[in-house]
């Protein structure tokens, strides 16, 4: 039920309850954990202007202010259209650490979560409020592993990397591997594998062959010419068989192999030559399959964590 703004305290305000509230009464503290999107705004404004608002913002009291967790789209565009005043805002009780997890999960089943606001989070919860990586990670509903490879984006990845990432220009699984090297030599290494063209697999096996390097001149073999390292290390492609594995295993060894490479091909092609190979017509022709790849990716991309969750993988 909506209600209209009170001259209740605050502290009556029952959870769950929606309330409209002027736009000056909620903070945006907690931006800060999520990436700016001015076109997204944009389109939000557009909406709100023709339809009003369709769903509340969800909001939580710290400290007698009302701050807001989740709708700072809805917020930003709110306060860029003249005459619109008021937001309907959803209560949730909760402490600042649960706050925190909250913007996550409020986002996390339409994946609208990048990793860098995941890792943004993370960092906030561990260094900031003394939680254990494990707590954090339970308080997350996530594997302690899945909380030290976002903590690593920001502790151990350069500050070049970081920006492109930010950007768009550089992809989770990449930037994980560079996490592997020292900071001083991301950048170079990610140069290199742009220039070769590299899938995440093969950066995999770059970093590999860098972190055994024992002379600068290994380095730089590697780095002029990051193909041929990895086929004379035969680290690409991955291995036709597996001892260890059984005929099942192997048969799902041979399918991933084979998806590692169309994946990381079609990676590749999309960040450094997709938006110029096409003409317009080509990219009506295709929008169908690319939502198709989407819509499958992700539905792959669930089954095999909830995979890792039961085998209770890293």
């Not at 913002?57 to 005459?83: H, M, N």
């Not at 089943?109 to 943004?120: F, Q």
Request: hydrophobic fraction near 45%; include cysteine.
């Amino acid at each position: 039920m909506l209600i209209a703004a009170s001259n209740d305290p605050l502290n009556a305000w029952p959870e769950g309850e929606i309330r409209l509230l002027p736009l000056p009464s909620l903070g945006e503290r907690y931006r800060r954990y999520r990436l700016p999107d001015a076109a997204a705004e944009a389109a939000m404004a557009g909406a709100l202007a023709r339809y009003g608002q369709l769903s509340p913002v969800a909001v939580f009291l710290q400290d007698d202010a009302i701050e807001v967790l989740d709708g700072f789209k809805r917020l930003a565009a709110a306060r860029s259209i003249p005459g619109f005043s008021e937001l309907q805002s959803r209560r949730l009780s909760l402490n600042e650490r649960e706050a925190k997890a909250a913007i996550l999960t409020l986002n996390s089943a339409s994946g609208r979560v990048k990793e860098l606001e995941e890792a943004w989070v993370v960092q906030a919860l561990v260094r900031e409020d003394g939680l254990s990586q494990l707590e954090a990670a339970e308080l997350l509903g996530r594997h302690k592993s899945w909380v030290c490879r976002r903590l690593a984006l920001l502790e151990r990845l350069s500050a070049e990397c970081q920006e492109d990432l930010r950007l768009g220009l550089l992809s989770f699984s990449v930037a994980r591997q560079l996490t592997r090297l020292p900071a001083g030599n991301q950048t170079e290494t990610l140069a290199a594998a742009r220039r070769a063209g590299l899938t995440a697999q093969e950066v995999a096996g770059m970093v590999d062959l860098l972190a055994g390097c024992a002379s600068r001149p290994q380095v730089e073999f590697i780095l002029g010419d990051p193909q041929r390292a990895l086929r004379q290390a035969r680290l690409v492609p991955g291995p036709v068989h597996d001892p260890r594995l059984s005929s099942a295993g192997n048969r799902v060894l041979r399918q991933l192999n084979f998806l590692f490479d169309a994946l990381g091909r079609m990676e590749s092609w999309l960040r450094h030559r997709g938006r110029c190979d096409l003409s317009a017509g080509d990219r009506r022709a295709l929008a169908p399959h690319f939502t198709r790849l989407t819509r499958d990716a992700r539905v792959v991309a669930e089954l095999v964590d909830d995979l890792l969750t039961e085998s209770e993988l890293p």
